[in-house]
T-cell receptor, first 115, second 112 residues
Framework: AQKVTQAQTEISVVEKEDVTLDCVYE???????LFWYKQPPSGELVFLIR??????QNEISGRYSWNFQKSTSSFNFTITASQVVDSAVYFC????????????FGRGTSLIVHP | ETGVTQSPTHLIKTRGQQVTLRCSSQ?????VSWYQQALGQGPQFIFQ???????GRGNFPPRFSGLQFPNYSSELNVNALELDDSALYLC???????????FGSGTQLSVL
């Protein structure tokens, strides 16, 4: 069975601080996909990144970076120099063949960035 | 590209009633999924439709049902509403299974 754990319920930082959101996953499949989504107060989840299980390269996109480590089953997300607009709930998700590639979401981490 | 739109935005019903939520998927996306998101929780998968047929279902009772239409629209129907059905209902579409999901803004359902 697939499972996603986001142990951090809420993180509060001051603007310009770096912040890392943790995601640990469980799956029996060797082929799977990992995602991060952002949910601002408006409610609509916005896709941030998709990574397949065969690509362990870390990725950087502007102030965002992702660290995928199969050895620890983790897919962590770092925001560098956080801004107030980064305040949102962030969800990690996993889809695998055992689950018909239907994403299972974690409970989310609420990030609050104070000015 | 048009986005995913959902209607209505908010809805108030009483226990025992029936409700229909609607979603218009992104053009060209033949896979649509519905999720229930309770306050402070992650989205919980209800079911998925692919080319108008249900091809995956989460741990929800049969009173949750759906339809997908050829014009990329879909419906979520909930019968015999219960207080615990109060949640944000999200519709999401994708080109193929396993690809990124495009979400609508959701319908906030309150059951009194």
């Amino acid at each position: 069975a697939q499972k996603v754990t986001q142990a951090q319920t809420e993180i509060s930082v001051v603007e310009k601080e770096d912040v890392t959101l943790d995601c640990v996953y469980e799956t029996r499949d060797t082929t799977y996909y990992l995602f991060w989504y952002k949910q601002p107060p408006s409610g609509e989840l916005v896709f941030l990144i998709r990574r397949n299980s065969f690509d362990e390269q870390n990725e950087i996109s502007g102030r965002y970076s992702w660290n995928f480590q199969k050895s620890t089953s983790s897919f962590n997300f770092t925001i560098t120099a956080s801004q107030v607009v980064d305040s949102a709930v962030y969800f990690c998700a996993l889809s695998d063949s055992g689950g018909s590639y239907i994403p299972t979401f974690g409970r989310g981490t609420s990030l609050i960035v104070h000015p | 590209e048009t986005g995913v739109t959902q209607s209505p935005t908010h809805l108030i019903k009483t226990r025992g009633q029936q409700v229909t939520l609607r979603c218009s998927s992104q053009s060209g996306h033949n896979t649509v999924s519905w999720y229930q998101q309770a306050l402070g929780q992650g989205p919980q998968f209800i079911f998925q439709y692919y080319r108008e047929e249900e091809n995956g279902r989460g741990n929800f009772p049969p009173r949750f049902s759906g339809l997908q239409f050829p014009n990329y629209s879909s419906e979520l129907n909930v019968n015999a509403l219960e207080l615990d059905d109060s949640a944000l209902y999200l519709c999401a579409s994708s080109k193929q299974r396993g690809e990124k999901l495009f979400f609508g803004s959701g319908t906030q359902l309150s059951v009194l």
